[in-house]
């Protein structure tokens, strides 16, 4: 038989339980480690024993129960009603609930979860759990398997003139895979949680002191309170950007919207209650491309809302999994590239620490879950949001040194063509060593760490047997430590501290930590050096080497997603071509090299003066071509002649030697063609006409 365990049910919130399943287990942590010396019942009597079992219950649709291994009776997180109206009825042939207890009792003889079904065809699991010498028993109580069952069970409710089943729901049918799949996620998560408590608290000051240096320690803080949270997100945002309108918007629980839940701005009070349909064709589109959305129609979409004093809106998606589930929403913003940039790195971040908060909700993510049981935190994720190198090196060197209350450090990396060692980062007294200075192998300590593959934890350098040496100047303290960084096999370079602030040596468990942040520092590292040569190779792609410009690779990409556009959302684009009157007249003239410098001097004159939206591109030789993405004829034609006069002012200044004047050609799609091929041929066409009439001029079909 089993012993009662008198929990406290926590109140049932089916709009917050996935928040806060996340939230309980580390209450459950925080409780195990502060009740260490209680028994294995009164801990599992407690409030956050109770909180996280409703929240398990809520997340997996299973109701759970806890066993002691003497006395009788059972608790309940959440009331099956199937089995309720069986045990009411007190039938003999079903033996209710004794046929479960009989098969519960089996699971403290295993280490693996036991599935069955029971008499009365419901699918139940159970395991054992244990904490020191002692056990307890879960057991978790789903739904039928099958039609089949349910069939049958209404048979026995009729056939024994049983309570009316109160289910008002629509029933799913659960087979024995997601039995399994529910049972492995709670026996693992549990027994983990048991079985490893006492080596986390170990490890838990010293994260503190790790993860209280990055936002990241704030993100998990603040998922207790959403409105916190967003507030947190919104303000950062605010930060980096300026003043801004923006807000924070929800999915819903039933899927349908999103909703704002948190506003900042000049507009904010208008933003109460803004909301979009979750099949909004913007919406669908980054369910499909999962980037962030520029809408063409904003204006209408912000009509029918009543926000008429705000005129454009860019959307940031939030995922969680495949899942859209938050979008920053930011109003009347004009970002320049570098602001997008910036701006969907953070997008990013934000979205890995929601993420990672949400890593235990569904139990699609038990594999994800288990693995960052692992990790040391939010280190690792703040250090993977930083893609500049020189941001990055400094943070982490910074970070380790207040991390072991040191004052001097540096970080080298390895050059492996030369096998020399670069200062990337450095932090102390010490004016002889400088950033990028360069350092052999061979003559230098961190060289002979790379060499050995070891750490060198050194307490006293004038008596320590591998170094004796005289303590260097600007120095301190005679103890350092110097820790290779290495993914795998492949070796990044080493880091070095030195100097602790009270002049105490560096000990083990100082060499321990620091290695647990270099492993995850590591990623960090070599991300941003594929990061860093996939962003230059990606330029490379699609500029022009000569003006900096787009090249015609991208200019085919863009007009070919402007044509998709339009077939989406019926919107026109236009598109210009120019070059120059007389250009090889003035090469001939002034010769080639001034002949390209004015090419750069016109490339740089086009993109000063088109809109953010619009996009140049070099087409060849003294060719140029823009997309005017939304636009109408009418309104290109007053761009373009506005470009024209922009253009000939500063050419009068490029080339006062001898005048140039420009040649403009004009279409617009799909008033003048009707694919990419004829839109350039189009193009060409009213160029030469320009041309042909003596130039100086705008010519459009």
Excluded at 30 to 42: G, H, L, P
Excluded at 230 to 246: H, N, P, Q, S, W
Aim: aromatic content about 10%.
């Amino acid at each position: 038989m089993y012993k009662q365990f008198a929990v406290e049910s926590a109140p049932h919130n089916s709009c917050l339980h996935e928040t806060q399943l996340t939230g309980q287990r580390n209450a459950l942590f925080y409780a195990m480690v502060n009740k260490e010396d209680i028994t294995f019942e009164q801990l599992l009597s407690s409030k956050e024993w109770a909180d996280y079992f409703n929240s398990l219950s809520d997340t997996t649709n299973f109701e759970f129960n806890v066993y002691g291994e003497t006395g009788a009776g059972r608790v309940i997180t959440k009331e099956n009603p199937f089995c309720n109206v069986i045990n009411s009825a007190k039938l003999e042939n079903l033996r209710c609930p004794a046929v479960c207890d009989e098969l519960i009792s089996g699971s403290l003889k295993t280490t693996e979860p036991v599935i069955f079904k029971c008499p009365a065809g419901i699918l139940n699991f159970s395991f054992s759990i244990k904490r020191h010498e002692e056990k307890a028993c879960v057991a978790g109580r789903g739904g039928f398997a099958s039609y089949d069952d349910l069939r049958e069970f209404l048979r026995l409710v009729k056939e024994k003139n049983l309570p009316h089943v109160p289910v008002t729901m629509p029933l799913s049918f659960i087979g024995e895979d997601r039995v399994k799949a529910v049972a492995q996620y709670a026996h693992l998560t549990l027994n983990r949680l048991l079985s490893s408590f006492d080596e986390k608290y170990r490890i838990e000051e010293k994260l503190l002191h790790t993860t209280a240096l990055f936002d990241s320690h704030t993100f998990r803080m603040l998922s207790r309170n959403p409105e916190l949270l967003c507030r947190y997100i919104l303000d950062t945002l605010e930060y980096v950007f300026g003043k801004t309108t923006a807000s924070f918007m929800a999915l819903d629980r039933k899927g349908s919207t999103y909703n704002s839940v948190y506003s900042i701005g000049k507009y904010k009070e208008d933003l109460v209650g803004f909301q979009m349909s979750a099949k909004h064709p913007v919406i669908q589109e980054m369910l499909k491309t999962k980037m962030p959305m520029f809408p063409s129609a904003s204006e209408e979409l912000l009509a029918a809302y009543s926000l008429r004093e705000i005129k454009s809106l860019y959307l940031f998606p939030i995922f969680i999994g495949d899942s859209l589930e938050n979008m920053i929403v930011i109003f009347n913003k004009d970002f320049s590239r570098e602001d997008l940039k910036i701006m969907n790195a953070f997008r990013d971040y934000v979205q890995l620490n929601l993420e990672n908060q949400n890593l235990g909700f569904t139990i699609n993510a038990i594999k994800k879950t288990d693995e960052r049981l692992n990790y040391l935190a939010d280190f690792s994720n703040s250090l993977l949001t930083v893609l500049s190198k020189e941001k990055l090196f400094n943070t982490l060197l910074e970070k380790a040194l207040q991390l072991l209350n040191a004052e001097q450090g540096s970080l080298m990396l390895l050059d492996h063509d030369t096998s020399e060692l670069v200062i990337e980062a450095k932090k102390g007294a010490d004016e002889a060593v400088q950033t990028r200075m360069r350092l052999k192998k061979e003559e230098s300590l961190a060289g002979r760490v790379l060499e050995s593959g070891e750490p060198l934890l050194v307490e006293d350098i004038e008596k320590d047997p591998r170094v004796r040496r005289e303590n260097r100047p600007h120095y301190k303290t005679k103890s350092f430590i110097s820790i290779m960084i290495k993914i795998e096999d492949r070796v990044l370079g080493v880091l070095n501290v030195s100097d602790k602030i009270k002049g105490e040596a560096f000990n083990e468990e100082d060499l321990k930590l620091l290695q647990a942040v270099i492993n995850n520092a590591a990623i960090a590292i070599e991300r941003s050096l594929l990061y860093k040569q996939n962003e230059d190779l990606k330029q490379l792609s699609i500029t022009d080497p000569l003006t900096g410009a787009y090249n015609r690779r991208y200019l085919n990409t863009r007009l070919l997603e402007e044509i998709t556009r339009y077939n989406r959302y019926k919107h026109p684009f236009s598109f210009m071509m120019l070059d120059m009157d007389k250009f090889k007249e003035f090469n001939d003239t002034f010769g080639h090299i001034e002949g390209d410098k004015l090419i750069k001097a016109l490339a740089t004159i086009m993109e000063k003066s088109l809109r953010n939206v619009d996009i140049a591109a070099r087409f060849g030789g003294d060719e140029f071509v823009a997309i005017f993405p939304q636009t109408t004829k009418a309104d290109a034609i007053h761009i373009t002649n506005r470009l024209k006069e922009k253009i000939d002012r500063a050419l009068e200044q490029e080339a006062s030697e001898m005048p140039l004047t420009i040649s403009m050609g004009l279409t617009t799609y799909p008033d003048d063609a009707s694919s990419i091929g004829e839109l350039l041929e189009k193009t060409d066409q009213a160029l030469y006409l320009a041309k042909r009439g003596g130039g100086n001029r705008v010519v459009y079909l």
